[in-house]
């Protein structure tokens, strides 16, 4: 008798299973590692409720004010009585002012303002400046992977228990300096939270959670193949659950071929002709802009688990995800000549934990006469290709495959260093690999 995966049960028993380890568990740490759009939010959310509900008055750290503005929104829309501190910094403009509108929100600069409250939320930056005479008993941290070791060390000491909740196929934490003099040691401060916390406390206990609510059908398996291989998940969609459709036919160019394909299978690869270019490829930003441009223009609407009515696909639920800031300026100007303004177009490190309907992404390698270790970053890519719902449409130029192949390795091998798994090839030929099943070459 074959068993029917129930990703809602499985999505509950690894909740039960966490949320049991971190109320009555005995050891220092638990460590959660989460896929993209698997619910960390709403995990950090819960337990922080079940924490405060049972007595256990905790402090939480995230590693942006946007992450922490968020989450004190969604704590208070949970539990709208519950006495939230939200500590910030001494900065001109330091919160979300809809924080202002919270009656249980008490916001301060100190933490002394912030004493007994049921739960205080802040940034690891800040809480590496407070000083108090007795530790919380509870501390969760948000985004645990984004968080260098350093940043945990200055924090330790506040708390005695912690929940680590977070994503390991996104981008490594990051640092304006280089790391080598400290690369195989166990004090590395440039390795992330959560890797040093295992180096030195292996016992700790681990879970995973294993549905992505983000990701559709088509894309989960791609993803979790070329990124998580020794932690896999699955969507908590079917293939028949989602839908892309447009009101305004295909005009038989390239772009609309892609829109095309991307809204029947989810993923579609607009490749451009093989050429050396500069990093903001002139020909390739406007492809990119030109997509957007289709995209919103021929009417398209979503429809999803969420609600059986059709939802327009406005500018909002679109992105375009980009490697470097230039890049991301470039297709900006771009988009702003055709007319669109309202869509976010950033870099893969400011999209990372975000969320819409449609994604287009300039590849990271395109048109690129070398293969260097930023651009093979496995996180990098990852970011670009789990920020949809529905569909990813990948813009590159051809030639992309050979360069990996021309380009093995050269990074130096570090004694000590855990090598990441999977390396920047493997996870790019995957991709590229099973986006070649979705091309559609185009010659502008």
């Known amino acids: 008798m074959t068993t029917v995966f129930d990703p809602s049960a499985a999505a509950g028993r690894a909740t039960d299973a ?14 959660v590692d989460s896929p993209p759009g698997a619910g960390k939010s709403t995990l950090v959310v819960r337990a922080a409720l079940e924490l405060a509900e049972a007595g256990h008055p905790l402090m939480v750290v995230a590693q942006t004010n946007a992450q922490v503005d968020d989450l004190v929104l969604r704590l208070a829309e949970k539990n709208p009585e519950l006495p939230v501190g939200r500590l910030h910094s001494s900065d001109a403009d330091p919160y979300d002012k ?3 509108d919270l009656g249980n929100v008490r916001k301060s600069a100190k933490a002394a303002d912030l004493a007994g409250l049921a739960v205080v939320i802040s940034t ?19 985004e645990a992977y984004q968080m260098r070791s350093d940043a945990l060390l200055a924090v330790a000491g506040l708390f005695e228990r912690a929940l680590f909740v977070g994503d390991p196929g996104q981008l490594d ?8 003099q400290w690369a195989g040691l166990a004090y590395d401060p440039s390795a992330s939270a959560v890797t040093t916390l295992l180096a030195h406390n292996p016992d700790l206990p681990q879970h995973r ?8 059908a088509s894309a989960a398996p791609l993803v979790s193949d070329a990124f998580y291989p020794y932690t896999p998940f699955r969507s908590g969609t079917g293939p028949g659950d989602r839908g892309l459709s447009f009101a305004v036919p295909s005009d038989g160019s390239g772009p609309d071929r892609v829109i095309d394909e991307a809204a029947v299978s989810g993923w579609g690869l607009l490749e451009l002709p093989a050429r050396h270019t500069p990093r903001t490829d002139p020909e390739a930003v406007r492809a990119v802009a030109t997509v957007v441009r289709r995209l919103l223009d021929r009417g398209g609407a979503a429809t999803s688990e969420r609600s059986p ?23 900006r100007a771009a988009l702003s000549e055709l007319g669109v303004t309202d869509v976010v177009v950033d870099t893969a490190n400011r999209l990372q934990g975000r969320e819409y309907d449609v994604t287009v992404v300039l590849h990271p390698l395109s048109g690129r006469p070398d293969a260097t270790a930023f651009h093979l970053e496995t996180g990098r890519l990852c ?22 192949d021309d380009y093995p390795s ?19 030929h995957a991709v590229l690999a099973h986006l070649a099943e979705h091309r559609v070459p185009w010659r502008p």
Do not use: M, Y
């Open 98 to 100: 809809a924080l202002d």
């Open 209 to 216: 959670l294993p549905v992505s609510w983000r990701l559709p």
């Open 124 to 142: 690891a930056a800040k809480w590496g400046h407070v000083k108090v005479d007795e530790p919380w008993r509870h501390a969760i941290v948000d």
């Open 309 to 331: 009515d059709p939802s327009p696909l406005t500018a909002d639920r679109v992105a375009v995800g980009t490697a470097h800031r230039d890049q991301a300026a470039a297709v």
């Open 383 to 404: 970011v670009l290709a789990s920020r949809h719902r529905h569909a990813c449409i990948v813009v590159c130029r051809a030639g992309v495959s050979d360069l990996l």
């Open 410 to 428: 050269t990074e130096p091998v570090q004694l000590g260093t855990v090598v990441k798994f999977p390396d920047g090839w493997e996870a790019n």
């Open 18 to 31: 966490i949320l049991h380890d971190t109320l009555h568990g005995t050891a220092r740490g638990v460590v």
């Open 173 to 180: 934490p990051f640092s304006i300096v280089g790391s080598e």
